[in-house]
């Protein structure tokens, strides 16, 4: 049976959140955060003093907390880095399952006090590292698997916000968790949410790795299909009627930007992948015409010749680049898919190749024009860059269930705690 989430947004009852499952009444207990957890010393091991694959005594680095690890750590199925021979930390409190570990700093306030709650360590050893702080519910008030979760809660990272000390680098200390509270329901009430976002969030594992297989699909096809002999070569040139790079209009000048006609930068390729339909920038009339910039149209090819050296999109806007990026009006329109396909594979296959070095490593527009594409004969080429589309298709999909999955996880974060 379906059991249905209540709404607590008009109950006057205080200290409850607003959503919660049915059957639990009553108000939260509202702890202070130094007052629930017992926080331990870390070490200050870093990267080079850490490896992976030994059976040594293991350490949580911050940097897997920002980027690696769920929020829920297993390690039945996790990794963590082992400390190195002869690095071994002369005091250390060993974690236990339940305990938390958050990250100190981060140059982003919503990544201050990250946190991550071991969950299962496996009879394992493990240690908390350089930038972590080690928090551990002695008094028992709360079930394996809460803690993560109300710690991620907005809820929570609102009051880390106001009182995370920097300029560049926020950061906390044990001392902010003085001044920072968290809600505690009854262990039956924690166990309930828990379970509910630890499914979640497994579900969003699954979906990543969905996601992961499908790209290593797409990989290994390209890999085959360009690898066999081809009917013929030509020279990229030769299959379009216009191509060169853009150009950047004089920064210091205001009125050559923030007008009507988009600007691509490599973020915005990096964000939308093979289509690119908006900018984060844009210039004015006055700008186009004040620098080498020009209006490329839509639906050409347009490659990266510095930064992200050989990264490839298609406009599906009239677009203007800078002069590390070459457009490229196809002859024929039909080769689009297939060329931006190949030409993909040629990044990660042969790019390196052709990298001038200097302050950073990049290509010139004559290497692009003279990059040869193999040739399978029309049919052939329609149908390599149609299979490669159809994976395409389903990783779009996927990563729309994917955002989806998230977008639940953080409404529920938003709703679930106090």
């Given at each position: ?6 709404d607590?947004?008009?109950k006057k ?20 955060v130094?007052e629930l ?15 992976y ?28 880095p ?17 305990d ?9 306030t ?6 991550i ?13 350089l ?8 008094k028992n008030?709360?079930v394996v698997?809460f803690?993560?979760?109300?710690f991620?809660s ?8 106001r ?11 044990t ?20 379970t ?24 290994a096809?390209?890999k ?7 009917n013929g ?15 950047t209009p004089?920064?210091t000048?205001?009125?050559y930007y923030?007008g009507?006609?988009?600007?691509l930068?490599?973020n915005d ?7 690119v339909r908006?900018?984060?920038n ?18 050409s090819?347009?490659?990266?010749m510095?930064?992200?050296v ?6 599906e ?5 800078s ?16 060329l ?6 040629f ?12 302050t ?14 193999p040739?399978?004969g ?5 149908e390599?860059a ?5 994976i ?11 955002k ?12 679930m705690?106090?």
């Amino acid at each position: 049976m379906t059991t249905m989430a209540i709404d607590n947004k008009d109950k006057k009852v205080l200290n409850v959140p607003h959503l919660r499952f049915p059957k639990f009444s009553g108000e939260w207990e509202i702890c202070k955060v130094s007052e629930l957890l017992d926080f331990y010393s870390t070490n200050s091991l870093s990267w080079e003093q850490l490896e992976y694959g030994e059976k040594a005594m293991m350490n949580l680095h911050y940097g897997l907390i920002h980027v690696g690890l769920p929020t829920m750590v297993d390690l039945r199925r996790d990794k963590l880095p082992n400390v190195k021979e002869g690095n071994m930390p002369k005091n250390f409190e060993l974690c236990k399952e339940g305990d938390v570990a958050f990250a100190d700093a981060s140059e982003d306030t919503n990544e201050v006090a990250k946190v991550i709650e071991l969950f299962n360590l496996d009879n394992k050893d493990i240690v908390c590292g350089l930038h972590t702080i080690h928090g551990r519910d002695n008094k028992n008030k709360t079930v394996v698997g809460f803690k993560g979760y109300a710690f991620s809660s907005s809820a929570f990272h609102n009051q880390i916000r106001r009182i995370a000390q920097g300029t560049k680098i926020y950061s906390i200390s044990t001392k902010n968790f003085s001044e920072c509270y968290v809600g505690i329901p009854s262990k039956a009430e924690q166990t309930k949410i828990a379970t509910l976002l630890r499914l979640i969030d497994e579900r969003i594992a699954t979906q990543n790795k969905i996601i992961e297989d499908l790209k290593k699909l797409k990989s290994a096809i390209s890999k085959q299909v360009f690898a066999q002999e081809p009917n013929g070569w030509s020279r990229l040139d030769t299959l379009f009627s216009k191509g060169k790079a853009g150009g950047t209009p004089t920064s210091t000048n205001k009125e050559y930007y923030n007008g009507e006609i988009p600007f691509l930068s490599i973020n915005d390729i990096t964000k939308q992948g093979k289509y690119v339909r908006y900018t984060e920038n844009h210039l004015s009339q006055s700008g186009l015409e004040n620098s080498s910039a020009w209006v490329v149209p839509k639906y050409s090819l347009i490659m990266s010749m510095y930064a992200s050296v050989g990264l490839v999109t298609i406009n599906e806007i009239p677009i203007t680049t800078s002069q590390a990026m070459f457009a490229m009006q196809l002859k024929d329109k039909d080769l689009l898919d297939y060329l931006y396909y190949y030409l993909s594979y040629f990044k990660y296959r042969h790019i390196h190749k052709y990298l001038e070095t200097g302050t950073q490593s990049n290509i010139n527009a004559d290497i692009v024009r003279g990059i040869m594409i193999p040739t399978y004969g029309h049919s052939r080429n329609m149908e390599i860059a149609s299979t490669l589309q159809d994976i395409d298709v389903k990783i779009d999909n996927e990563l729309s269930v994917l955002k989806l999955f998230n977008r639940q996880k953080n409404y529920l974060l938003s709703q679930m705690f106090i």
